[in-house]
């Protein structure tokens, strides 16, 4: 679709925005939301008509792009049949998703719970952990995100817990492994590993084993930093679980569906939780969907036992006509596979020259369609480009980088002193290299701060 630049429409949109919407995580006299005209595939445009390449997908969702037309067709054709019915009736497209994805979820994960969204789905999973151990905490990792609701933002191990965490929410945080910022003093995955899993395991111990419910992870940590576990870690987390009669459960938010070039992250590890979280990818993001892929070990609890939770939109048939439809739109495109595919052929090898030629830039990692920048002052001392969660002229570098994305028509996903590369999963080979040279360009602006 060709944009056609209509900037008084374009005005009257920015205005009504800044009169009434009230944005989140954000301080609403000091933002300046971009006004948005549509959408399709990898691009989305403004209404002055410039067009920019989402190298964010959303919020890391939008798997299949925008506007596919599979997808905008079911939702279409559920909304004439169907448009809405209460969660505690059997309806098709809700059973249809359901099975879809329990034939794509790691182990025996074969029993469905729908919400609306990732942040509710945490806070299920975590429900039904303390309720099938009947114990009271949970542990969860610094350097995590896993929702801005009460139990999930506690959960979360980054600033936006600071504000809503009074210490009342049963949530001991813990260190994961992250070789390059270790703090275990490591010098190689082995030793990263070895160092966070026995750390890990004295937390249990001086916490008390018998009053753990779950540890919960993404299994690889998305905004923080996408930070890939080395190898053996998340099969250790769960040995300590089966050890200690704890849940292992893993947030899939924003790994799941084929960002990591796998359906689930967890499959590039070989490991099964006993809870699993699933969210954006799932629909790509065109109606709210989220959920809880249970074992049956869990279900069992509540086989006669009422589960004490609900959603009065659970599996809301459009959101799951979109779910059935965004899966089978991936299996029949090979969406998945071109996520493995082209994050190995171009956008590690592209991402890695950019290291090599920008100062800015001290490491690259990630997999699939999930990378991050980690982005310094100083190659050789690893000083981040921002301090820990800057703000103001202290983020300025940042917000440079940022500035200069935009300007060459590639819409960013920074955080902290790190920017994502988290393009559509169906993203082309073309289009991936236009994104990494706007990249290339951008960099400029963050490489004037190093020293």
């Known amino acids: 679709m060709t944009p056609q630049p209509n900037p008084q429409l374009g005005a009257a949109v920015k205005a009504a925005d800044r009169a009434h919407v009230f944005h989140s995580w954000s301080a609403q006299e000091l933002i300046d939301p971009l006004a948005v005209a549509g959408a399709e595939g990898s691009y989305f445009w403004d209404y002055d008509g410039k067009r920019y390449l989402d190298f964010t997908s959303g919020l890391v969702y939008t798997n299949i792009g925008y506007q596919h037309p599979k997808v905008v067709a079911a939702i279409q054709e559920q909304a004439a049949t169907l448009t809405t019915f209460a969660p505690a009736f059997a309806v098709e497209a809700r059973s249809e998703a359901a099975r879809l994805i329990a034939e794509r979820t790691p182990g025996d994960l074969d029993k469905i719970f729908f919400t609306n969204g990732g942040a509710d789905a945490v806070e299920h999973a975590v429900r039904m952990a303390r309720l099938h151990t009947g114990r009271p905490k949970v542990l969860s990792a610094y350097r995590s995100y896993h929702g801005g609701t009460q139990q999930a933002v506690n959960l979360t191990g980054d600033p936006r817990r600071w504000a809503s965490d009074a210490g009342t929410a049963g949530v001991v945080h813990f260190w994961a492994p992250f070789l390059y910022r270790s703090r275990f003093y490591a010098e190689t995955e082995e030793q990263e590993c070895a160092r966070a899993l026995e750390h890990l395991e004295t937390t249990i111990a001086f916490e008390g084993p018998s009053t753990i419910a779950a ?106 006509a979109a779910a059935v439809a965004t899966i089978n739109v991936m299996a029949e495109e090979g969406v998945v596979e071109n996520a493995a595919s082209l994050g190995a052929s171009v956008i590690e090898p592209g991402l890695r020259t950019l290291a090599e030629r920008h100062p800015s830039v001290g490491e690259v990692r990630g997999v699939g369609m999930f990378w991050a920048l980690e982005l310094v002052r100083n190659k050789e001392t690893r000083e981040p480009l921002v301090p820990y969660n800057a703000a103001g002229e202290a983020n300025a570098p940042m917000l440079a980088f940022a500035g200069a994305a935009k300007a060459q028509g590639l819409w960013p996903f920074v955080n902290m002193n790190r920017t994502h590369v988290v393009p559509p999963c169906n993203i082309t080979e073309a289009e991936a290299k236009e994104g990494l040279a706007a990249l290339d360009a951008a960099l400029t602006a963050a490489d004037e701060f190093t020293v």
């Open 215 to 320: 540890i919960i992870l993404e299994t690889i940590p998305g905004t923080a930093g996408i930070m890939v576990p080395p190898p053996g870690y998340l099969a250790g987390v769960r040995e300590l679980c089966d050890k200690y009669g704890i849940v292992f459960v893993l947030d899939e938010v924003m790994a799941g569906f084929g960002r990591t070039g796998e359906w689930f992250a967890a499959d590039l590890f070989d490991v099964v939780p006993d809870l699993m979280t699933f969210a954006k990818g799932v629909n790509s993001g065109y109606v709210p969907l989220g959920g809880v892929a249970i074992s049956p070990a869990i279900a069992e609890t509540f086989a006669r036992r009422p589960y004490p939770g609900g959603l009065t939109y659970s599996g809301h048939p459009l959101a799951c």
